[in-house]
């Protein structure tokens, strides 16, 4: 079925409700700023936050970065009240339509190891474990 919603990027207006969403959605950590996190997306051409709308204003998001060998989803996420009705297949198909157009032939993401939710929802989207442990480390 086609998506009735439709993604766009973020807007300056948009900024304080999406960082209110991810806070709804669990998606913040005191180690990332929201804020800082959407001002680098938007500075960089080679990502974007893009965010669908109702009445009441933003509604989901997803964040897109394309690093030149694959693209990546961040920061998925659905008002609360508005899930199971299909806006989170819309969010991922948004960003991966992003990243094709970006280059991408390939996109991953990270989904924290006590998500298992998320991961049944991925795997329904056609997304599989990459048998890939992601390493970091601050610079
Ligand atoms: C995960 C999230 C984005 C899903 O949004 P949603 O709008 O409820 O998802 P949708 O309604 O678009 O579901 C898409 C499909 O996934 C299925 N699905 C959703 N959650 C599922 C689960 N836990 N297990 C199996 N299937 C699931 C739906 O049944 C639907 O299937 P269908 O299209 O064949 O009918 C939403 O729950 C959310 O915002 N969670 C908090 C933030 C989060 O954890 N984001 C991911 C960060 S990695």
Known sequence: MTST??????????????VALWHACDLTRPWNDP???IADARAN?????????DASGVVASVM????????WLYYVAVSPDLRGAGLG???????EAWLRAAGARKTQLMVRTTNDQAVGFYERLGYADQSTTVLGRWL
Not at 45 to 53: D, E, G, H, I, M
Not at 64 to 71: K, S
């Open 35 to 37: 804020h800082l996190d």
């Open 5 to 18: 919603w439709t993604f766009e990027e973020i807007a300056d207006d948009d900024v304080a409700q999406v």
């Open 64 to 71: 897109a970065a394309y690093d030149g060998h694959r693209g």
């Open 45 to 53: 051409p080679a990502s974007t936050v893009l965010v669908a709308r």
């Open 89 to 95: 297949r819309a969010a991922v198909e948004a960003g």
